[in-house]
């Protein structure tokens, strides 16, 4: 359910209906328990309870439905991965000691950590590594357990070749596995005990046995999950900042729909963090003292992909008209605050193969409104759209239903492409049937679709535009397949960047798609709680986390 | 109808057999044909209707499965075989071993996705509907009897404001000064009085509007009836005129409107749910609904549906107990 109220139009509608003095009054009450007035060089302390709340929880948790933004925040707290990436989006190992490859890159050996246990007492060890790997590369039909899309599908087998070396073989050469393995959400190593049950005792989270330096005491379908401190807990990334158990003794994750009650929960020192807080309220909560943490990491900004099978996209003037009407600076000053930035390109600009292509899609309505006129745009209707052979030019687009500010970015993207004749109409579509009505495969194909996803490393480029692969842009193009093919055949990180970059400017030269905003994922938090920071997914990391009394 | 002989008994025997045994069986048995019906007609229409939502979650070019792993999974849940095929194999997992299935999104049993919902819900609907006839009552007396000037014709307006106020303004309100301004009560808290009150509160405000509603102008429509001309002109008190003849006769209408109110406290507890985030079988379905899980979805509206039926039910068997007329009625 959607209907989203700014805090401060609550205020006025409560004034309304419960009478104003009494609001009044409660004003004072209102105010920010947690100031912060912080000590930089206070020593952590150990102890404590946190509430985390979530816009939204899963029903079930077996590790194939944790891959939303909104889960995987959760799962990371109390599961590991064999690879992450840091906060400088460098891959390092976490679970492995690192790696080895063959020369055509079909096998990679993986060294396994030692002296580390699952939270029931099992042994990571190569066989339990193999027995997850081979569950996430292949899944289980027999037991409707899907593979990780994310895995290439030339996965063939991982063996365990000693007690703490792990063989995995492939059918094709992909240089990019250990990255591709290190940038799926839905791959952290489980105790056998978990992963050998059936889906649907997989999905019951008083199953999961994992290696976090927390562990789930209880949960509500859809509403918390409660973790608990494991006391012997050593084998932090080599990131952290200390080392041992984990400070917090008590996180309950809580799922918290209305983005107004999660800030006024924040506010009110009933919650120490909130995922997704509406950028609107972000200014506010810096003025009280609050924490806002906007990781911006390695991946796609928030833009649209144009659908070049749609009706009307074919037309690169058309396209690129489309991009050259957008004033994104003034989305940012309008929706968004300091902290949010315009894009350069398809990619975050912390992303290490970023590239800035800013030039090719700069504000520039006369430029936007010419190209249009060459297209043959050139009659309007009765409203001021644009017109040929009576036709108006108008676009449809299904605003996010995995983020939070998608509506408010598309209308004032509606605003100015009327301001050159191009009609942008927001349709609404449900959180499930999102996927299918958006698919590439769908008739008619809908011209716009939004993009605001992670990517550790370029082969992700691979994964959303290669024809063969999800095909964003609707319709196959000979030289960017060749790019994006060459991008997953390279063998060197430097060869692969300056590929991505190729592919980068391919997209953005061809106006295949729109850059807008970077996006991060961000979070506010108390002002007394110290050592948060997120990770280079971004994930949230609470592990060197504190509470300050 | 066959006439059934009754006996005389003492009077508490008496009402309670005093309609016909065949009444009663009719109504039962309406009631469950109108379940099997539900059910039968959900499965049609999730099945039937194009755009599979399993296949469609499936085909997502995000999962990037083969077509070989679709057919699989199709296979896994029977989603390859004829509808007729699919409904027998449900109806039969059902009936026999009382497995609704498993829940798509969930991932779980769908029996423990909705036992979990069902206490919460049961709990806010139920100290709900107490509010809400408290409310009622007290409004509808007060309406009635309150002279104008002291309030009675504000009182008259309050049913229609309540069923005005969208149940999620009233919930947003009430925690924005209860619990965020007052610090009476925590939104991380779901269990417990405190939890349950506001919530409750929230639920009852547009819910009593109707129960008072009913209830003012069936307190209005008895009072210029004759017999209570003739109660008042034979000297009786205020009070007892209340309680012997016009609460009895306004009682009726009232308890119709009752039943059909349920349906609203399923309806609004799915928003006051959401709001105060307490989980329960109104999130349940509004998950299940968003996310096109049908299986829970089923089992949620089937189970939505036995309880509406049996409210009714309850409903039907209790009219003739407050009305003599009724109960000559079905005894016939």
Redesign the interface.
Known sequence: ?T?E?D?RN??S??AL??GSG??AA??G??GSPSQGTSDVNAQPKAGGEI?Y?NAFE???W?QS?VGSWHALQVWGLFAEYLFYANSKTEIAPHLATGYTHNADFTKFNIGIRKGVTFSNGEKLDAQTVALNLNLVGL?D??R?I??V??IP?VYKQATAVSDYEVEVALTDPFPAFIQQLAGSSNAAILAPATIKLP??E???LKNTFATGPWVVESW?????VVLKRRDDYNWPRPDAKHTGPAYLEKI?I?????N??RV??L??G??QVVHYTQPSAESRLQGEGFKIINAFASGSVWGLHIRVNARNTQDVRVREALNRAIDRQEIINTLYNSGWKVAQGPVNSQTPWAVDLTEHFKYDPARANRLLNEAGWTGRDKDGYRTKDGETLEFIEYPSVFITTSRDDLTLIAQQWKKVGVKLTLKNV????Y??IT???IKPPVPLYEIHWGADYPTFLW?WWHSG???QFGAPDKELDTLLEQVIAAKTDAEVYSLAKKVQQFVIENHYFIPVHEFPQNFSAAGNLKGISTDGYPRIRLYDAWLDA | MATVAIPRRPRSARLAGSYNARYVIARIGQAVLAVVLVYVLIFIIVTVLPGNPVSARLRSPELNYTEKQINDLLAYYRLDRPVWAQLGYALERLILHGDWGLSLDAGRPVTSVIRGGIPSTLELAGASFVIAALLAFVISIGAFYLPAKLGGGVLRTFPSLFLSMPNFLIGLVIIDVFSFNLGWFKITTYDGLSALIYPAVTLAIPVSAPIAQIFISALDAARTEQYSTVAISKGIGRFTLLVRHLLPNAALPTLTITAIIVGDLLGGSMITEAVFGRPGLGTVIETAATDQDVPVLQAAVTLTAVLFLVINLIVDLIYPLLDPRLRRATAR
Request: aromatic share 8%; glycine share 8%.
């Open positions: 359910m209907f109220l805090r609550l205020f509608l409560g209906f419960a009494l609001l409660c004003a009450a209102s509430f709340l899963n029903a079930g077996a439905q899944g039909s027999s409707a899907p593979r899309a994310n599908k889906l649907a997989q999905s019951d509500k379908a859809g509403k918390e309950t809580q799922q918290v729909s209305q107004l009650l006024g929960a506010e009110s009933q919650a449900d959180y499930d049937n996927n299918t698919a590439v495969t994964r692969q999800q095909n």
